[in-house]
């Protein structure tokens, strides 16, 4: 199971790491829309890898790990004893735990992510940290949402081929 829901951290770190390669771009939403330059209000500019984005990276792996047990829990829930399964009976199993996990799971890191675009319009001196943490935790928080439906399918292989 520490596989499965570090499968989740491994997408979050991925999703950061393509986002910082993002803001390193100096062409990214580098254009004039009715006046407004979106570079600059997102402060596109290159980061490097300070203290802020490792804080970033450390609060994006602590929601991984959330969502990755929030499933994987109700999962063994739904069946404590780890029982061998095929069939309907583990698609009924596994669309039984994403009807019931799959939005908690997505609040959580949807949340998380909203709350990193005022940080990432913000100005102002102290602004620079907090911009060079959010952006690993945007980006690896939109990455990560794809683990909600990576763990189910992860489970149910080991289902499928426990004790073999």
Known sequence: ????????IL?????????LACFNQSWLFDVDLLGINPAAIFSIAPQDLNIGVWVGFLVLFGIATDDG?????????LNPKDQKMKGKALLSLISKALSRRIRPALMTTSTTAVAMLPILTGAGDGNAFLLSM?????????F??????????FYSIWLEHKNN
Do not use: C, D, E, K
């Open 144 to 153: 990560q949402m794809i683990n909600v439906f990576t763990i189910p399918v």
């Open 11 to 19: 997408l979050a770190f991925t999703g950061g790491f393509l986002m």
């Open 134 to 142: 959010a952006i690993p935790v945007l980006g690896g928080a939109l």
């Open 1 to 8: 199971f520490v596989g499965m829901i570090g499968s989740g």
């Open 69 to 77: 047990v929030l499933i994987t829990s109700y999962l063994r829930q």
